[in-house]
């Protein structure tokens, strides 16, 4: 393609809210092989709820959401914020139907000050977060974080965790000194054009793949709603790279698409990476392609404009 061509649709790209950096991303692009997207904010919307609370001793239902959203104040999670939201809106108003109408500063600064001191506060990437609060030890977050310290899941937590997993949502546990004390069910809808897209790439000759850290259960009921095949899941922050570098070795041309400061690794190692416009400026930063709309269709828009510029000089 002439230098104009490749100017021309790096302007028919920006029209549509896709921002291309530079002609060599837009030449390979036309050669993507596999799309691996992440779940989280990318396949799905991004706004997670919480569906179901579970206590599993006698505290009291706002006392123990007081507890997790206190734990999960500090942390910048998407679920952690699902948490916040349910847990101030159960302060109010009892009745967290309408969370998202509930947005006012004095409101917002009321609940900061009704929440519990907490102390030792850290994060466990692609697990939860742990800290002490009133002298006691709390931990939220999957299976994995639990198990990892030691703490014994009984079996019927088990089955209630993996009944929430199986209907696609992301099973929580908060456990106080040793002891899991409650779970929450939290829901991340999927785009709305998040199946047909998939469908589409199918259709061009390009397969998709999910990768996540979330669990085994929810990333397969997830990847079966979108009808994406290749799934890999429970994967660490640092491994969704890998996953890029197991697929170009057998010689596939990958791209990424992603959101999270935990996607950006994976975004740079990628022959291609799309970044979602909404998502963090980490990744923005990592990605050759911004998706400005957070739109899935401008994954399949980027690589037919390139299919298209590069077609009559091969
Ligand atoms: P994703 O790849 O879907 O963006 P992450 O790697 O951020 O997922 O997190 C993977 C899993 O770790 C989550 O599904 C959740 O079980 C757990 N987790 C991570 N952060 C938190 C948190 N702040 N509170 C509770 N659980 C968390
Ligand atoms: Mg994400």
Known sequence: ATPTAVMVATGVGANNGVLIKGGDALERAQKISHVIFDKTGTLTQGKAKVTTVKIFNEMDRGDFLTL??????SSEHPLAKAI???ARHFHFFDEPSNASEFQTCSEQAKFSGWLHDVSDFSVLPGKGIQCSIDGTWILVGNRKLLIENGITVPSNIENFVVELEESARTGILVAQDNIVIGALG?????KREAAVVIEGLVKMGVKPIMVTGDNWRTARAVAKEVGI???????????????????????????????GINDSPALAAADVGMAIGAGTDIAIEAAEYVLMRSNLEDVIIAIDLSRKTFARIR
């Open 229 to 259: 095949q290749d799934v890999r899941a429970e994967v660490l922050p640092a491994g969704k790279a890998e996953v890029i570098r197991s697929f170009q070795k057998g010689g596939s041309v990958v791209a990424m698409v992603g959101d």
């Open 186 to 190: 939290i829901a991340d809808p999927l």
């Open 84 to 86: 916040l939201e349910y």
């Open 68 to 73: 997790v959203a206190s734990a999960e104040a």
